[in-house]
């Protein structure tokens, strides 16, 4: 089932939408405030965002930038046509405006669930030296082509995505079950050290740094 996070201040509203969502099928979450949206989603992706704008602390346009490879669909009272257009073009997906037809909020999401993410159909992925194709599954490390496990890939892959975040365990673990369910907590670090030594043996250089007590993200090799 596809989880969406509802950012929105006003509780009845939120509370109508996650109602509407529910009988449609979804999984839903809240956040009443751009400080807690940005806290749910440094450990959790869901599969879209329902974005107001009037929010306490953090408002919908500052943390809109910081929402990486997630579908974002404004929900908001502005109507004006210059705030939609620069939400659109500062990465929003679609834009709906309070009050909305029930119908054509569900219609602009599955609309917006349908599309693929950006990220898993890319030509390629990179990161200094290594390129990863997702088509054809191919790792190099400067010109040496890696020959990866599933798992090993799928961490990879991971990392690739979101290069310059640190990715705790818990949410290594939830994103790469989509590609390879077999790997465990307890066998976690064998397949990062694994995978770090491929790439090192590959052109001499580590590219995955262990962050103490909370994950692992990519380096900037020396």
Same mark, same amino acid.
């Given at each position: 089932?596809?989880?969406? #996070?509802?950012?929105? !201040? ?9 109602? @509407? ?7 839903? &979450? %809240? ?9 749910? #989603? ?7 965002? #329902? ?12 943390? #809109?930038? %910081? ?16 705030? =939609? ?7 929003? &997906? ?6 909305? !037809?029930?119908?054509? @909020? ?12 950006? &990220? ?38 991971? @990392? ?12 290594? @673990? ?21 995978? %770090?030594? =491929?790439? %090192? ?8 740094? &262990? ?12």
């Amino acid at each position: 089932m596809k989880n969406i #996070l509802i950012v929105d !201040d006003d509780i009845d509203i939120g509370n109508v939408v996650e109602e @509407l969502l529910a009988k449609a099928g979804y999984l839903t &979450a %809240r956040a009443y405030s751009g400080t807690e949206a940005i806290l749910y #989603l440094s450990s959790k992706k869901p599969d879209l965002v #329902l974005l107001d704008l009037m929010l306490p602390g953090l408002s919908g346009e500052e943390i #809109l930038p %910081r929402i990486k490879d997630i579908p974002v669909i404004v929900v908001s009272a502005k109507v004006d046509v210059v705030s =939609k257009v620069e939400l659109l073009l500062g990465g929003a &997906a679609d834009y709906i405006t309070k009050p909305f !037809d029930t119908k054509e @909020l569900l219609a602009r999401i599955a609309v917006q669930l349908r599309k693929p993410a950006a &990220a898993d159909t890319a030509d390629t992925l990179a990161f200094e030296e290594i390129t990863m194709h997702p088509v054809t599954r191919e790792v190099f490390a400067s010109d040496t082509l890696v020959k990866l496990t599933k798992t090993e890939y799928a961490i990879l892959k991971l @990392l690739l995505q979101n290069p310059s975040q640190v990715i705790t365990k818990t949410v290594m @673990l939830e994103r790469i079950s989509e590609d390879t369910p077999d790997c465990m907590e307890s066998s976690l670090k064998v397949h990062i050290s694994n995978l %770090r030594k =491929k790439l %090192r043996d590959a052109n001499g250089k580590d590219y995955i740094e &262990a962050v103490w007590g909370i994950g692992f993200k990519l380096s900037v090799s020396q």
